[in-house]
């Protein structure tokens, strides 16, 4: 069954300073790979998601992600945080098989960014 | 012209109530989705619809029984509610399988607190 981990609770990132989450995957084929972002009482926002091709992919805001098979991870970055990006990132991946696939979600982390 | 949106958006009640969190979406999906986020924050898959049919259902009390009147709605209805049945309650929608070449759309969730 497929996972997700990401590592960092909460992280907090100085406003203007670059950013960086982390997210590992346990899948055994080739992962579909998401990345949402949850504001206070808010719903999931996607940021963006990798299916195939080029493994950087850019999303809204300002975000991207790269995919490292080798690594099995998918990290989020953005060069510049803004203090309206402090919320909840949840990475997500999904099967490639056929049927009736679902997201599995990591347990989220939390950006903080101070002034 | 909200894509999913849930009602209500907060619901208090007292244990043993019965109660019903609707979903709509206007997207034109064939797929529904009911997600449980917990007190951490932790998301986890409960129901999947999919043209009507339930296709997932994952380990969930049988006092939950989601209901889909048609492909743009989603209901869940909660029999005898429990303290531990508090949490942020999110309906979703896909066009296919989320996760499988396909993201899902949240709604801004329903926020039950059980006293």
């Known amino acids: 069954a497929q996972s997700v981990t990401q590592p960092d609770i909460h992280i907090t990132v100085s406003e203007g300073a670059s950013l960086e989450l982390r997210c590992n995957y346990s899948y055994g084929a080739t992962p579909y790979l998401f990345w949402y972002v949850q504001s206070p009482g808010q719903g999931l926002q996607l940021l963006l998601k990798?299916?195939?091709?080029?493994?950087l992919v850019q999303g809204i805001k300002g975000f991207e992600a790269e995919f490292k098979r080798s690594q099995s991870s998918f990290n989020l970055r953005k060069p510049s945080v803004h203090w309206s990006d402090a919320a909840e990132y949840f990475c997500?991946?999904?099967?490639?098989?056929?049927?009736?696939?679902?997201?599995?979600f990591g347990k989220g982390t939390m950006l903080l960014v101070s002034p | 012209d909200t894509a999913v949106s849930q009602t209500p958006k907060y619901l208090v009640t007292q244990m043993g109530n019965d109660k019903s969190i609707k979903c709509e979406q206007n997207l034109g999906h064939d797929t529904m989705y009911w997600y449980k986020q917990d007190s951490k924050k932790f998301l986890k898959i409960m129901f999947s619809?999919?043209?009507?049919?339930?296709?997932i259902n994952e380990t969930v009390p049988n006092r939950f029984s989601p209901k889909s009147p048609d492909k743009a709605h989603l209901n869940l209805h909660i029999n005898s509610l429990e303290l531990g049945d508090s949490a942020v309650y999110f309906c979703?929608?896909?066009?296919?399988?989320?996760?499988?070449?396909?993201?899902?759309?949240f709604g801004q969730g329903t926020r039950l607190t059980v006293v």
């Open positions: 990798y299916f195939s091709g080029d493994t």
């Open positions: 979703a929608s896909s066009q296919g399988a989320a996760g499988y070449n396909t993201e899902a759309f």
């Open positions: 997500a991946v999904g099967s490639s098989g056929s049927g009736y696939s679902t997201l599995t």
């Open positions: 619809y999919n043209n009507k049919e339930l296709i």
